[in-house]
């Protein structure tokens, strides 16, 4: 069992890993502030990435970390929250009677399916849905990201965050001597 939560722990990290502006600028986008974002760890980014895509599909809950990863947990919400994401950033690939049903398990079943056909890998089953695995809807949510972040290519904020990147980089050196 520990060295299964060790390998899913360093793949978490390797799918993580683009989740910052030098490699996805686009972050720009879910910030007023982008130094609000520099700090975050992925996870909250994540987070803040879902919200962002949650309140432009009119889903009426945003979620917080704590709240997110304890539901996920307990496997409460959840579904609901991936089926309007996922209608959110790739209507074309659902199925309408996704947000319509009211058993967790085949709502579940509905959001693989259409994860499916975006191209996401199956890290999750639906029973992982239903029941919470944190790392493994964690896996889930960065694969969503991966495949089709609904973030716009907007060259302004590219450039910014080019700039800001390379500014922290100066500081660096800066500070070194």
Sequence with gaps: M??????????????L???NLKKTPQLLELVDDSKKLMGLPPEKVL??????????????????????????????????????????????????????????TERAILILEHAERMDCKRYVTSKDIV?????????FVVQ????????????????FAK???DDAQTSREERCF
């Design 163 to 165: 700039m800001m990147m």
């Design 17 to 19: 890993a683009d989740l």
């Design 47 to 104: 987070l803040k990435w879902m919200n962002f895509q949650l309140k432009k599909a009119g889903y009426k809950i945003l979620l917080s970390y704590v709240w997110y990863w304890s539901k996920v947990r307990e496997g409460l919400c959840i579904g609901e929250a991936y089926a309007h994401l996922l209608n959110a950033l790739a209507p074309e690939h659902g199925n309408a009677s996704t947000l319509d049903t009211k058993d967790p």
């Design 144 to 159: 969503i990201f991966q495949q089709s972040n609904g973030l716009s290519m907007d060259t302004k904020n590219m450039f």
């Design 131 to 139: 029941k919470g695995s944190t790392n493994l809807n964690l896996a």
């Design 2 to 15: 520990g060295l299964i939560s060790q390998m899913i722990k360093k793949h978490h990290i390797q799918l």
